[in-house]
C-alpha cells in the first residue's frame, strides 16, 4: 500500500504534505544565514560560542588551506573528528570548493579506517591529535597526502582545562613539524576569510557517510547536495511554529553519523539555530549542558533516556525548558515516553530512517499524534510503500508486514563504486531498506524488525524486536536484545540478552514465565543471558551483530 499523502490526516494544517524545495545547496545555506543572522551563535563548545557571521568567514579559511594543499571540485576529504567545531568547518570547507566531505568514526579500528579511506579516495583526512599515530602508521597503505590535526581544547573557553571532566581525560599533543602533517590553527592563521564563489552542484556528490559495517564490509552512501538540503528542508517544515534564528539543540548524535549529520549539523545551520556540542555523550556531560546551556531540542536513542532517566540527578532537574525531544535508531517505549513529558511538558517525535535516506524518512506529527510503538508518517513529498518480503514486487494491504519502500528527494544516489549493491536496492527510483513494517489506517508505519534480523524457528517467522519490547516492559529491565541462534531441531531459535536496571537482580524462571504470558510458546526464548551491558554503536544503537560474533565464538570455544 503505498502512502498516500493528499488524504493522510495525521498531518497537522501547518505542514504541507508537498514541498517545493529550494533549489540551494547547504554552503550557500551557510551564507545565507550568516547574512540573516550575523551574530547568532551556530556553535556552542562547551561555552566558546562561534556566531553565524564567524562559521562562515572561517569556512572561507579553511576551504583556501585545502586549496593550497591541492584538494580541488570533485576530490575527497576525510573527517575523523568528534563533535567539535572543526568538523563542522571542515565540512562545509570541502563542500565550498565542491569536494566530497568523507565521515569516519574515530573509534574504528586501523583495518577499518585503512579500508573507508582508500574506499573513499580521501587525499586529506582531519583528524584528531589524538589519533595521529594511528593516521601516520596507515598513512602509506592509503592514498592519503595531507594529514591535519585537530586539538580538542583549541575552540574552548579560557580556563579550557578546567572546565568539564572530559577534557582532564584528554591530553594535549603538540604536533611535531613533518612533512604533509600541519595543525588546523597553524592553517588558519592569517588566511584570507573573504567570501569564496560556491562550487558544489545540486547534482553533484557531496558527503559519503559509511553505513557502520555492522552487516559487512562498509559501503559509502552517496549524498548529493539536493538530497542533503532536501532532507534538511523536509525536516524543517515539520517544526512549523519554530522561529528561525530563536532555537538550540543539544547536538549529542556524532556528524560522522547520518543523524548528527543532517538532523543537527546541517538542520541547525538552515533555521539559524544553535549546536551545544557535545563531544563525549556521557551522562555527566550531558546534564553538565543541559543545566548551564537549557538547549530547546534534546535528541537521542532510547539507551541514551532510559540511562538519564535512571540517573536521580537527570530526574531532580527543572527541564521545563525542553520543547521537544526527538528520538531515533527505535521507538520509545510508553513509559519512556511519559516520563519524559511528565519531566518537561515538552513534545516528543520519533524519528525513522537509513543513511541511505539522508536519513530521514518518516516521523511522528510535531504536536500531533505520537502513537507509541510506530515511527510516525512519512516527511512531506516522500513516497512510501510495503511489498512482499519474498519477491518484493507485490504491495501489502494495510496491516500487513512487508519490506518498507521509500521513493523522494533525499533517497541517495547509490553507493560509491559499489553498482551491484546498488542496483539490490535501488529499483525503478525506489529504496528497498530491508526492513519490515506495517502502515495503520492513518498511515503511521510500526516497524516490526529487519528483514536479515528475521529467526526462522521450525518455519515460524520470529521477529527479535517484538521480544525485546515486551522484556523492555519489565520493571526491573533496563535494556533487551534477542538474536536467532543454531538449533539442531529447530533450525534457529530465540536467544535474549538482559542487563538489568541498576541495583535490581533478576532471575531468568521469572522472565520467561513474564514471556510466556506475553508471547506465542514458539517466540518465546529458551535461554535468557544476563549482561552488566549490551554492546552498541556510536550513537548508542544495541547492535546485534556483535551479539551474534559473541555467540558465535562461544560456540567456537566450546567446540
Given at each position: 500500500?503505498s502512502?498516500?499523502?493528499?488524504?493522510?490526516?495525521?498531518?497537522p494544517?501547518?505542514?504541507?504534505?508537498?514541498?517545493?524545495f529550494?533549489?540551494?545547496?547547504?554552503?550557500?545555506?551557510?551564507?545565507?544565514?550568516?547574512?540573516?543572522?550575523?551574530?547568532?551563535?551556530?556553535?556552542?563548545?562547551?561555552?566558546?560560542?562561534?556566531?553565524?557571521?564567524?562559521?562562515?568567514?572561517?569556512?572561507?579559511?579553511?576551504?583556501?588551506?585545502l586549496?593550497?594543499?591541492?584538494?580541488?571540485?570533485?576530490?575527497?576529504?576525510?573527517?575523523?573528528?568528534?563533535?567539535?567545531?572543526?568538523?563542522?568547518i571542515?565540512?562545509?570547507?570541502?563542500?565550498?570548493?565542491?569536494?566530497?566531505?568523507?565521515?569516519?568514526?574515530?573509534?574504528?579500528?586501523?583495518?577499518e579506517?585503512?579500508?573507508?579511506?582508500?574506499?573513499?579516495?580521501?587525499?586529506?583526512?582531519?583528524?584528531?591529535?589524538?589519533?595521529?599515530?594511528?593516521?601516520?602508521?596507515?598513512?602509506?597503505?592509503t592514498?592519503?597526502?595531507?594529514?591535519v590535526?585537530?586539538?580538542?581544547?583549541?575552540?574552548?573557553?579560557?580556563?579550557?582545562?578546567?572546565?568539564?571532566?572530559?577534557?582532564?581525560?584528554?591530553?594535549?599533543?603538540?604536533?611535531?613539524?613533518?612533512?604533509?602533517?600541519?595543525?588546523?590553527?597553524?592553517?588558519?592563521?592569517?588566511?584570507?576569510s573573504?567570501?569564496l564563489?560556491?562550487?558544489?552542484?545540486?547534482?553533484?556528490?557531496?558527503t559519503?557517510?559509511?553505513?557502520?559495517?555492522?552487516?559487512?564490509?562498509?559501503?559509502?552512501v552517496?549524498?548529493?547536495?539536493?538530497?542533503?538540503?532536501?532532507?534538511?528542508?523536509?525536516?524543517?517544515s515539520?517544526?512549523?511554529?519554530?522561529?528561525?534564528?530563536?532555537?538550540?539543540?543539544?547536538?549529542?548524535?556524532?556528524?560522522?553519523?547520518?543523524?548528527?549529520?543532517?538532523?543537527?549539523?546541517?538542520?541547525?545551520?538552515?533555521?539559524?539555530?544553535?549546536?551545544?556540542?557535545?563531544?563525549?555523550?556521557?551522562?555527566?556531560?550531558?546534564?553538565?549542558?543541559?543545566?548551564?546551556?537549557?538547549?530547546?531540542?534534546?535528541?537521542?536513542v532510547?539507551?541514551?533516556?532510559?540511562?538519564?532517566?535512571?540517573?536521580?540527578?537527570?530526574?531532580s532537574?527543572?527541564?521545563?525548558?525542553?520543547?521537544?525531544?526527538?528520538?531515533?535508531?527505535?521507538?520509545?517505549?510508553?513509559?519512556?515516553?511519559?516520563?519524559?513529558?511528565?519531566?518537561?511538558?515538552?513534545?516528543?517525535?520519533?524519528?525513522?530512517g537509513?543513511?541511505?535516506?539522508?536519513?530521514?524518512g518518516?516521523?511522528?506529527?510535531?504536536r500531533?499524534?505520537?502513537?507509541?510503538?510506530?515511527?510516525?508518517?512519512?516527511?512531506?513529498?516522500?513516497?512510501?510503500?510495503i511489498?512482499?518480503?519474498?519477491?518484493?514486487?507485490?504491495?501489502?494491504?494495510?496491516?500487513?508486514?512487508?519490506?518498507?519502500?521509500?521513493r523522494?528527494?533525499?533517497?541517495?544516489?547509490?553507493?560509491?563504486?559499489?553498482?551491484?549493491?546498488?542496483?539490490?536496492?535501488?529499483?525503478?527510483?525506489?529504496?528497498?531498506?530491508?526492513?519490515?513494517?506495517?502502515?495503520?489506517?492513518d498511515?503511521?508505519?510500526?516497524?516490526?524488525?529487519?528483514?536479515?534480523?528475521?529467526?526462522?524457528?521450525?518455519?515460524?517467522?520470529i521477529?527479535?524486536?517484538?521480544?525485546?519490547?515486551?522484556?523492555?516492559?519489565?520493571?526491573?529491565?533496563?535494556?533487551?536484545?534477542?538474536?536467532?541462534?543454531?538449533?539442531?531441531?529447530?533450525?534457529?531459535?530465540?536467544?535474549?540478552?538482559?542487563?538489568?536496571?541498576?541495583?535490581?537482580?533478576?532471575?531468568?524462571d521469572?522472565?520467561?514465565?513474564?514471556?510466556?504470558?506475553?508471547?506465542?510458546?514458539?517466540?518465546v526464548?529458551?535461554?535468557?543471558?544476563?549482561?552488566?551491558?549490551?554492546?552498541?554503536?556510536?550513537?548508542?544503537?544495541?547492535?546485534?551483530?556483535e551479539?551474534?560474533?559473541?555467540?558465535?565464538?562461544?560456540?567456537e570455544?566450546?567446540?
Open positions: 500500500m502512502f498516500e499523502r493528499s488524504w493522510h490526516r495525521s498531518y494544517a501547518a505542514v504541507p504534505t508537498e514541498i517545493a529550494d533549489r540551494i545547496t547547504m554552503p550557500e545555506v551557510l551564507t545565507r544565514t550568516a547574512r540573516r543572522f550575523p551574530r547568532r551563535a551556530a556553535l556552542n563548545y562547551m561555552g566558546r560560542f562561534i556566531s553565524y557571521e564567524k562559521l562562515d568567514a572561517m569556512v572561507n579559511a579553511f576551504a583556501r588551506a586549496t593550497g594543499m591541492g584538494v580541488k571540485k570533485g576530490d575527497t576529504v576525510a573527517m575523523l573528528l568528534p563533535n567539535i567545531p572543526q568538523v563542522v571542515a565540512n562545509y570547507a570541502a563542500w565550498r570548493i565542491g569536494a566530497v566531505a568523507a565521515q569516519n568514526n574515530p573509534l574504528y579500528t586501523e583495518r579506517l585503512t579500508y573507508q579511506l582508500n574506499d573513499s579516495d580521501a587525499t586529506v583526512l582531519v583528524t584528531l591529535d589524538l589519533l595521529l599515530p594511528r593516521a601516520l602508521k596507515i598513512r602509506a597503505d592514498k592519503v597526502r595531507h594529514i590535526t585537530c586539538h580538542i581544547s583549541d575552540y574552548l573557553p579560557f580556563p579550557k582545562k578546567q572546565l568539564f571532566p572530559f577534557v582532564k581525560k584528554q591530553m594535549y599533543k603538540k604536533v611535531e613539524r613533518q612533512d604533509g602533517v600541519s595543525e588546523f590553527l597553524d592553517l588558519m592563521e592569517g588566511r584570507d573573504s567570501a564563489p560556491n562550487e558544489a552542484g545540486w547534482d553533484d556528490v557531496g559519503l557517510i559509511y553505513t557502520g559495517g555492522t552487516t559487512g564490509v562498509s559501503k559509502g552517496m549524498l548529493t547536495h539536493a538530497n542533503m538540503s532536501c532532507n534538511v528542508q523536509q525536516l524543517r515539520w517544526f512549523y511554529d519554530i522561529e528561525d534564528g530563536n532555537a538550540s539543540i543539544l547536538a549529542i548524535f556524532p556528524f560522522f553519523h547520518s543523524a548528527g549529520f543532517t538532523g543537527m549539523q546541517n538542520f541547525s545551520v538552515w533555521g539559524g539555530w544553535t549546536d551545544v556540542l557535545v563531544p563525549r555523550p556521557e551522562p555527566s556531560v550531558i546534564i553538565e549542558l543541559l543545566r548551564k546551556y537549557r538547549p530547546d531540542f534534546m535528541p537521542g532510547p539507551t541514551i533516556f532510559i540511562g538519564l532517566l535512571n540517573t536521580p540527578e537527570f530526574r532537574m527543572d527541564l521545563r525548558f525542553i520543547k521537544g525531544f526527538i528520538a531515533g535508531a527505535a521507538p520509545l517505549s510508553v513509559e519512556t515516553i511519559n516520563d519524559l513529558k511528565n519531566l518537561t511538558g515538552g513534545d516528543l517525535i520519533n524519528v525513522y537509513l543513511t541511505e535516506t539522508s536519513p530521514m518518516t516521523a511522528s506529527p510535531w500531533g499524534n505520537i502513537k507509541p510503538g510506530t515511527v510516525g508518517v512519512p516527511f512531506p513529498s516522500t513516497d512510501l510503500k511489498v512482499d518480503v519474498e519477491t518484493g514486487t507485490r504491495e501489502m494491504k494495510q496491516g500487513a508486514s512487508g519490506e518498507i519502500c521509500f523522494g528527494p533525499q533517497v541517495m544516489k547509490g553507493y560509491y563504486k559499489k553498482p551491484e549493491e546498488t542496483a539490490n536496492v535501488l529499483k525503478d527510483g525506489w529504496l528497498f531498506t530491508g526492513d519490515i513494517g506495517f502502515l495503520d489506517e498511515g503511521y508505519l510500526t516497524i516490526v524488525d529487519r528483514k536479515k534480523d528475521m529467526i526462522v524457528a521450525a518455519g515460524y517467522n521477529f527479535p524486536q517484538e521480544i525485546d519490547e515486551i522484556l523492555f516492559t519489565h520493571p526491573k529491565v533496563l535494556e533487551a536484545c534477542t538474536i536467532g541462534i543454531p538449533d539442531a531441531y529447530r533450525g534457529e531459535a530465540p536467544k535474549a540478552y538482559v542487563v538489568p536496571k541498576p541495583g535490581e537482580t533478576i532471575d531468568r521469572e522472565l520467561i514465565r513474564f514471556l510466556k504470558e506475553r508471547l506465542a510458546a514458539y517466540k526464548p529458551k535461554d535468557i543471558e544476563i549482561m552488566n551491558e549490551l554492546p552498541k554503536s556510536a550513537v548508542g544503537k544495541i547492535l546485534r551483530k551479539l551474534r560474533d559473541l555467540e558465535r565464538k562461544k560456540r570455544g566450546a567446540a
